[in-house]
């Protein structure tokens, strides 16, 4: 069974960088697709960035870069210029069905998530 483990959240101050990880176990780590996203409080799971066939969040795309090692079975998300709208807590996904997907319902792995507070 696929586990993801995501770590590196904290309190950062507006304009600072964060660089997000997430361990894989339990699976083919090569064949899946993984994708970052985020849920604020009161606000619906939305997405952040996939990799496979890469993409981002429109408000996210200058700021943030998603990677991953297949040799470490990890997915980084390297956030940049952050501001207070970035909190949230960010989850790490990963699925098999899809390349191109950016909606959750498609990912079927998940993460606990890592909070990350943005202070203005």
């Known amino acids: 069974q696929v586990q993801l483990v995501e770590s590196g959240g904290g309190l950062v101050q507006a304009g600072e960088s964060l660089k997000l990880s997430c361990a894989f176990s339990g699976g083919f780590f090569s064949q899946y697709t993984l994708g970052w996203f985020r849920q604020a409080p009161g606000k619906e799971r939305e997405f952040v960035a996939r990799?496979?066939?890469?993409g981002y969040r429109a408000s996210v795309e200058e700021r943030f870069t998603i990677s991953r090692d297949n040799t470490k079975k990890e997915v980084y998300l390297e956030m940049s210029s952050l501001i207070p709208e970035d909190t949230a807590d960010y989850l790490c996904?990963?699925?098999?069905?899809?390349?191109?997907?950016?909606?959750?319902?498609?990912?079927?792995?998940w993460g606990q998530g890592t909070q990350v507070t943005v202070s203005s």
């Open positions: 996904a990963a699925n098999r069905r899809s390349s191109y997907s950016s909606d959750p319902k498609q990912y079927d792995n």
């Open positions: 990799i496979n066939w890469s």
